[in-house]
């Protein structure tokens, strides 16, 4: 590598470490993260990456270090108070801590683009143990992105979807999926295929034959396998807190409710998962083995997590009280109940002498899911800090 690509990539970072270096933010702890970046940019000033000393692989561990340090940098840049969902972050957080009791060491980051929950750095107790020991600067916090489109960051019908994408995170950080595929040829190889082969794509096997001349023979799963293992765990971890609500809107985006591609099941295969999922555990094989990898990995059963709320206040065009962490995170199945009643319940409720658009009735739920998360958490911080007195 040459070390004056390191050099004008250090440039950069100066640059950008000057616009954004007096920040400050109400949650400390993207303060202290802001901190220690100071002292990283400390440490990489007094870097001389032309000394003839410095490794390959040492060269490549810088080039990491200071694209991190840009990233994290815009990353904070652009979560603001004004542009970040205090909600929905709130919302993401509860459900979080329910099944990772380390999910304190994240910081919820906003981030413009398709909806997933993904980590700023795969692997990242690795690099910062890394971190602390070639440069000294010790990272506490690691920035969680959560992408969704910037003009939907208050559409909290259509962000249902960010519980899907939780399940996801989820999934990756226990592996749920990569065990589940173990048992899964277990009972594939062993039983009766008729069994499993319907949940994958229609005459490609969910694993395949793979074997040298001369040596045992052996399987392996097919691409697809796995992805639609993470799928079908996604949409289940998703309903617990949502109901079909997810799945509903996904047969709006689906062209072919029949079709499969190489990363999802079709529409019909997901919702007749969701179905197996109310019934229960054994309603089919891949099913029960989600259940089972998921209770022995995260020490968590997956089960209906929603409180069937009363709508009446929602109804009547008022917020919600809602009186725990569970009701506040089913208000967006309720939302989603509203809306889909139309207008004329609201309408009649209130003695409406107009009709209302469904443009309306969107824009009301909304607002009022907004106000009612809003309510609670600003009841739930209040008993917190009177408390503390």
């Given at each position: 590598?040459?070390?004056?690509?390191?050099?004008?990539?250090?440039?950069?970072?100066?640059?950008?470490?000057?616009?954004?270096?007096?920040?400050?933010?109400?949650?400390?702890?993207?303060?202290?993260?802001?901190?220690?970046?100071?002292?990283?940019?400390?440490?990489?000033?007094?870097?001389?990456?032309?000394?003839?000393?410095?490794?390959?692989?040492?060269?490549?561990?810088?080039?990491?270090?200071?694209?991190?340090?840009?990233?994290?940098?815009?990353?904070?840049?652009?979560?603001?108070?004004?542009?970040?969902?205090?909600?929905?972050?709130?919302?993401?957080?509860?459900?979080?801590?329910?099944?990772?009791?380390?999910?304190?060491?994240?910081?919820?980051?906003?981030?413009?683009?398709?909806?997933?929950?993904?980590?700023?750095?795969?692997?990242?107790?690795?690099?910062?143990?890394?971190?602390?020991?070639?440069?000294?600067?010790?990272f506490k916090y690691i920035l969680l992105r959560v992408r969704m489109p910037r003009q939907l960051t208050r559409d909290y019908l259509t962000n249902v979807c960010l519980f899907h994408e939780l399940g996801h995170f989820i999934d990756t950080k226990y592996k749920i999926s990569q065990s589940v595929i173990v048992?899964?040829?277990?009972?594939?190889?062993?039983?009766?295929?008729?069994?499993?082969?319907?949940?994958?794509?229609?005459?490609?096997?969910?694993?395949?034959?793979?074997?040298?001349?001369?040596?045992?023979?052996?399987?392996?799963?097919?691409?697809?396998?796995?992805?639609?293992?993470?799928?079908?765990?996604?949409?289940?971890?998703?309903?617990?807190?949502?109901?079909?609500?997810?799945?509903?809107?996904?047969?709006?985006?689906?062209?072919?409710?029949?079709?499969?591609?190489?990363?999802?099941?079709?529409?019909?295969?997901?919702?007749?998962?969701?179905?197996?999922?109310?019934?229960?555990?054994?309603?089919?094989?891949?099913?029960?083995?989600?259940?089972?990898?998921?209770?022995?990995?995260?020490?968590?059963?997956?089960?209906?997590?929603?409180?069937?709320?009363?709508?009446?206040?929602?109804?009547?065009?008022?917020?919600?009280?809602?009186?725990?962490?569970?009701?506040?995170?089913?208000?967006?199945?309720?939302?989603?109940?509203?809306?889909?009643?139309g207008a004329e319940k609201i309408e009649k409720k209130n003695n409406l002498q107009h009709p209302l658009g469904s443009d309306q009735v969107y824009t009301i739920v909304n607002n009022l899911i907004e106000k009612s998360i809003s309510n609670y958490l600003v009841t739930r911080d209040w008993i917190i800090a009177?408390?503390?007195?």
């Amino acid at each position: 590598m040459n070390p004056k690509y390191l050099e004008l990539s250090r440039s950069q970072l100066i640059l950008t470490w000057n616009r954004s270096r007096f920040n400050h933010y109400s949650d400390k702890r993207k303060q202290q993260f802001h901190e220690r970046l100071g002292d990283l940019y400390e440490v990489l000033m007094t870097k001389n990456f032309t000394d003839p000393s410095y490794t390959k692989d040492e060269l490549r561990f810088f080039r990491k270090v200071i694209e991190f340090f840009k990233d994290s940098l815009a990353l904070l840049d652009n979560n603001t108070i004004s542009s970040v969902p205090h909600e929905i972050i709130e919302c993401l957080n509860t459900a979080a801590k329910q099944w990772d009791p380390d999910f304190d060491d994240y910081i919820i980051v906003m981030e413009e683009g398709p909806y997933a929950i993904i980590p700023q750095v795969e692997n990242y107790r690795f690099f910062y143990v890394t971190l602390k020991a070639k440069l000294g600067v010790d990272f506490k916090y690691i920035l969680l992105r959560v992408r969704m489109p910037r003009q939907l960051t208050r559409d909290y019908l259509t962000n249902v979807c960010l519980f899907h994408e939780l399940g996801h995170f989820i999934d990756t950080k226990y592996k749920i999926s990569q065990s589940v595929i173990v048992d899964l040829f277990a009972n594939w190889i062993n039983g009766d295929r008729t069994k499993v082969d319907p949940w994958f794509i229609s005459g490609t096997p969910p694993f395949f034959i793979t074997s040298v001349i001369g040596a045992p023979v052996s399987y392996l799963p097919a691409g697809y396998t796995i992805f639609f293992l993470m799928e079908y765990f996604a949409d289940i971890f998703g309903a617990q807190y949502i109901g079909p609500n997810y799945l509903n809107y996904l047969e709006y985006l689906s062209d072919d409710l029949n079709m499969d591609d190489p990363q999802h099941p079709s529409y019909n295969k997901r919702k007749q998962m969701y179905d197996a999922f109310c019934k229960g555990p054994d309603s089919n094989i891949v099913l029960k083995l989600i259940f089972e990898k998921t209770l022995s990995v995260t020490r968590h059963g997956l089960t209906k997590r929603y409180v069937d709320l009363d709508n009446k206040e929602m109804l009547g065009l008022v917020p919600t009280v809602l009186n725990n962490s569970d009701e506040m995170l089913s208000i967006f199945k309720m939302g989603w109940d509203v809306y889909m009643m139309g207008a004329e319940k609201i309408e009649k409720k209130n003695n409406l002498q107009h009709p209302l658009g469904s443009d309306q009735v969107y824009t009301i739920v909304n607002n009022l899911i907004e106000k009612s998360i809003s309510n609670y958490l600003v009841t739930r911080d209040w008993i917190i800090a009177k408390s503390k007195i």
